[in-house]
């Protein structure tokens, strides 16, 4: 193919097919991408690790199957190891017998298969299967101005914003062709130009607002544009622990109810510390967002339950995984509320869910034992994945999860309500 | 009577087919993965959340929309949406095409053989407002449509 773009001699001979013709195909594609986005070179990626979001081994997918298999067969593989989103599947997430038969017999029957291909292709480790791959405990963490091939909507508008990566909002298969040649084409949220901010969102609530309505507010609003926040410093402090867990939950509401891949809170974010309000475009657009606004927001959730009465049959929380921070202060809220409620276990079977490496560190500490004792699963699983199943569609699912609440038919409440649902009894 | 517009061709083709218009950004895993999962040979969109498409068969049809939305898997589903023939005849976008309907189009253009999908994007807002669901679409290889 002809391209558009000014490419390397090294990049030209690959799209000639000198280096075997699955490569071509690959490199054909990558540029074929770039190209619609006006895209003028390929780059090199810089990061250390790729992060994939095709963790299901769904026994449709065949023609991925099929083309991983090409890639493997001729050698071209990733040039980086690579972390995945979740496992779909953990037998200590309750779930019915006939459930169950749909799970394995009908939806992730290539599970296996699929994760033995991803080990050939550059899986990073076993545990490497989580959404939240840039945490410490996983190991997958990006420096700023690195470019990625990442997917995953959650993880690309961390790395993003968080820690200053440069990365676009990659398709499956798109994350890993990446690496497999090693550039990615360069335009949109890896140019400073694609970096700057289309709206200037100003926070006037009276308290703290909640992550996953503040970024599902702001999704909506903006959808793919880059939002400069101002007034939420007041209410974070500094980029610690805290801050980076409540930016995890607000950027996966703001990715998955809009398409935001990248945006700047001022005073906490590295760019927006760095350049501040230098990062707003002249005729920026104005959002503001106060209490009112974001009871709008909530109350205007549809509820898909059939009955939309219904007493929860389940309760998820980790969507994304929760960090190691969130398990230890929800140990200690759910314990302190069963107290206060004269209840032993939860009364709503409850899930908690983490990476691999997040749980492990947390079974080190002594709150392990304190949540076992609530009755809570704590698992590594994809709640998505779980809800993809349409027996659990047509179950009353409730989460403080603003990317589950969209992409499935679980109900959101707030963090303090699902305490409430979880702890209390006379609740639900 | 017969309005035309003109596009930005990202997949080129020839297609006849009738018109099914999403107003809204269509979720792509929620709307195909009826389709991906269970060979619904329809593919019935299953997102409750789009009003337009919700429950209407989406293969064979000249899909209009502004975008599409939601997880960065949606390339991937479209590309096995078309490689077990359940794809729309032809995707019609009136915005600049997004990242993941970007992907899905390319892979199925360089990775199935015997399978094409033509999309054209850019087609404006007025595209959309006029178009409307079983109006018959014809997409040439050169980005035009033409409703009838």
Redesign the interface.
Same mark, same amino acid.
């Not at chain 2, 991906?36 to 060979?39: E, K, L, R, T």
């Not at chain 2, 253009?109 to 199935?112: G, P, Q, S």
């Given at each position: 193919m002809n391209s558009s773009m000014s490419l390397s001699k090294e990049q030209n001979a690959i799209l000639a097919g000198e280096k075997g013709e699955t490569l071509a195909k690959v490199m054909e594609t990558m540029v074929r991408y770039g190209e619609l986005f006006g895209a003028t070179s390929m780059v090199e990626i810089t990061s250390e690790y790729n992060h994939l979001v095709t963790s299901f081994g769904l026994k449709a997918l065949g023609a991925v199957y099929d083309l991983l298999n090409q890639l493997i067969e001729t050698g071209a593989v990733s040039k980086q190891k690579f972390s995945v989103d979740p496992r779909p599947l953990d037998k200590n997430v309750p779930s019915g017998f006939i459930q169950n038969i749909v799970f394995q017999k009908f939806m992730y029957t290539k599970q296996d298969e699929y994760e033995a291909q991803l080990k050939k292709l550059g899986l990073l480790n076993e545990d490497a299967f989580t959404c939240t791959c840039y945490m410490k405990e996983v190991g997958n963490v990006p420096k700023q101005g690195e470019v990625l091939s990442w997917s995953e909507s959650s993880a690309v508008v961390y790395a993003n914003s968080v820690l200053g990566a440069r990365c676009n909002r990659n398709s499956g298969i798109i994350d890993l062709m990446g690496s497999v040649v090693g550039y990615v084409p360069y335009f949109g949220l890896l140019t400073d130009e694609g970096r700057r901010a289309k709206w200037k969102v100003e926070i006037r609530t009276s308290k703290k607002p909640e992550a996953q309505l503040l970024g599902s507010a702001i999704g909506m609003k903006v959808m793919e544009d880059v939002p400069y926040i101002v007034g939420l410093d007041k209410w974070l402090g500094t980029l610690d622990e805290d801050a980076r867990t409540y930016l995890k939950d607000f950027g996966a509401a703001t990715a998955s109810n809009g398409a935001v891949g990248l945006y700047h809170v001022e005073g906490i974010t590295p760019e927006a510390v760095e350049y501040g309000k230098a990062l707003l475009e002249k005729d920026a657009r104005t959002y503001v967002i106060d209490d009112a606004e974001l009871q709008r927001i909530y109350d205007n959730y549809p509820i898909i339950w059939k009955d939309k009465a219904a007493k929860p049959k389940l309760c998820f929380m980790g969507c994304p995984h929760m960090s190691l921070k969130q398990l230890t202060d929800w140990t200690e809220k759910v314990t302190a509320g069963l107290k206060k409620s004269h209840q032993s276990k939860v009364v709503i079977p409850t899930v908690f869910t983490a990476s691999p490496g997040v749980i492990k560190e947390f079974e080190k500490t002594e709150y392990a034992e304190k949540l076992k004792q609530t009755g809570i699963v704590l698992s590594y699983i994809c709640p998505l994945m779980y809800m993809n199943n349409p027996l659990s569609t047509s179950m009353p699912v409730i989460t403080s999860s603003n990317k589950l609440r969209t992409y499935t038919s679980a109900r959101y409440y707030t963090d303090a309500e699902i305490l409430e649902h979880i702890t209390d009894g006379r609740k639900r | 009577m017969m309005k035309t517009f003109k596009g930005r061709v990202?997949a080129a083709g020839n297609v006849t087919a009738k018109a099914l218009v999403s107003h809204g950004?269509l979720?792509t895993?929620?709307s195909f993965?009826k389709a991906? +999962?269970? #060979?619904d040979k329809k593919a019935t969109c299953g997102d +409750?959340?789009n009003t337009d498409l919700y429950g209407k068969q989406m293969a064979g049809k000249a899909l209009c929309l502004p975008?599409t939305?939601?997880? $960065? $898997? #949606?390339?991937?589903v479209l590309?096995?949406t078309?490689?077990?023939g359940r794809q729309p005849a032809c995707m019609l976008f009136s915005e600049p095409?997004?990242?993941?309907a970007?992907?899905?189009a390319? /892979?199925i253009?360089?990775? /199935?053989k015997d399978t094409s999908m033509p999309v054209v994007d850019s087609l404006g807002d007025e595209f959309l407002n006029y178009v409307k669901d079983d109006m018959d679409i014809t997409v040439k290889e050169d980005g035009s449509i033409e409703i009838r």
């Open positions: - | 990202v950004g979720n895993l929620a993965q991906v +999962q269970f #060979g +409750q959340g975008r939305i939601g997880s $960065t $898997t #949606g390339g991937l590309y096995c078309a490689s077990i095409i997004d990242s993941l970007a992907a899905g390319v /892979l253009d360089v990775w /199935l």
